[in-house]
């Protein structure tokens, strides 16, 4: 199982393609056409501008039906935290089943320690709707604290700092694996989870 951090992977693409003379245009895409083989997106100011293209990779997760409705994803969130451990932890992945003594909460979670930190992430709720933007997703500090409380009780080389309470909305097919298919306008649907 290869350990990525997420950011610095996709930054590092990023900076890899640009080296390769790809362009990076940044906004929001709003529909994909095929009557004309372009994407139309709307720029940083709001602008409404459109892009030719002859194939269109989409890795909007669980944003991709807003773009291709007949691409059947559902989402759920998912919490999770980062720790600064104070001592360097073996490169592993670690699945648990895991019933708190206290409260008697049973959940998941699983670990993935990287060189800097420790990445735990627990279970999948649908109690709000996914929102337009990823940067609008909210986070539950009781779900935090469940994971936080977790890892302490887990190991005393959990007690970093946390120095990151997140959640994210994952995207899940109806057929159990990532959508990948094509039309006229070339589209490729993936994920990464």
């Not at 909210?138 to 009780?153: G, M, V, W």
Request: aromatic residues 8%; contains cysteine; glycine residues 4%.
């Amino acid at each position: 199982m290869a350990q990525v951090h997420p950011y610095k992977f996709t930054t590092s693409v990023l900076d890899l393609a640009l080296e390769s003379g790809a362009q990076f245009i940044q906004g929001l895409c709003t529909s994909i056409n095929d009557n004309d083989n372009s994407i139309s997106y709307t720029a940083p100011d709001n602008s409404s501008l459109s892009l030719s293209a002859d194939t269109v990779i989409l890795t909007a997760g669980p944003w991709t039906p807003k773009l291709l409705p007949s691409i059947p994803i559902s989402t759920s969130r998912a919490h999770s935290i980062v720790i600064q451990s104070p001592e360097q932890l073996p490169a592993q992945a670690i699945f648990f089943s895991y019933t708190s003594s206290i409260d008697h909460l049973s959940m998941e979670p699983e670990l993935y320690s990287r060189p800097s930190s420790v990445y735990i992430c627990g279970p999948t709720d649908s109690t709000h709707p996914l929102p337009q933007y990823a940067r609008d997703v909210e986070i539950l500090d009781r779900a935090t604290s469940t994971l936080e409380k977790f890892a302490r009780s887990v190991s005393t080389r959990l007690a970093g700092n946390v120095v990151r309470r997140q959640a994210c909305y994952l995207p899940f097919h109806d057929r159990g694996c990532p959508a990948i298919g094509c039309n006229s306008i070339r589209v490729r649907m993936g994920w990464a989870y």
